[in-house]
């Protein structure tokens, strides 16, 4: 009797199938836990930045900024404060500041530089925190109010983060404290994504 090795038709095809349904479910969910660490990583570098400017503002006893910036690859980088939009994906500098304004000086010290975001994912600042952040020595928000700032991708508000900057100088991820699966700013209104 001849034994004969291999895979007949149907197994071949049933085995195809059964890969193609496995593949259709997978893919989707690889795609959004990437997402979902892109937004992770990009929370961490911000709340790091936010947590440097403040830590080296109360030790240097000088006012630190920490401000979005279009152009990071400059030899000296800039604030970009204009038009209002409070988009940080493009990048931000941290700079100490003495003088209190929206310029890196000469005779200010240049603390850290961030380029863009990666991926589809944008950092947008709400109130006074649209353009800059900037600590006083004693730890605190020298605008007065604190802010939040947003961090949204293609999937939305349902799938946004935001960091909720106090006062104080503290920092806190937002979270959604009625159930509606949107998280909620420092006022506790739901964030938007545009």
Not at 50 to 58: C, D, G, H
Not at 97 to 114: A, F, I, S, Y
Not at 130 to 149: D, E, H, L, M, Y
Request: aromatic share 4%.
């Amino acid at each position: 009797m001849n034994k004969q090795n291999g895979f007949s038709l149907i197994e071949l095809i049933v085995t195809l199938a059964i890969a193609a349904i496995v593949l259709s479910i997978g893919i989707p969910s690889f795609q959004a836990y990437i997402q979902n660490n892109r937004q992770t990583i990009a929370i961490n570098e911000l709340v790091t930045a936010l947590q440097l400017a403040r830590n080296n503002a109360i030790t240097q006893r000088v006012p630190v900024t920490l401000c979005k910036s279009a152009d990071t690859a400059a030899a000296t980088p800039t604030c970009s404060t204009g038009g209002g939009s409070g988009d940080w994906s493009q990048g931000w500098i941290l700079f100490t500041n003495p003088n209190n304004d929206t310029t890196l000086d000469p005779g200010e010290t240049l603390l850290r530089v961030h380029g863009p975001l990666q991926g589809e994912a944008s950092f947008i600042g709400t109130g006074p925190v649209v353009n800059q952040v900037t600590f006083t020595p004693q730890g605190r928000i020298s605008n007065g109010f604190g802010g939040t700032i947003n961090l949204c991708d293609s999937r939305g508000a349902e799938h946004a983060k935001a960091l909720v900057i106090s006062l104080g100088g503290q920092v806190r991820q937002a979270t959604d404290s009625d159930g509606d699966n949107i998280v909620e700013n420092g006022n506790g209104d739901p964030v938007s994504c545009p």
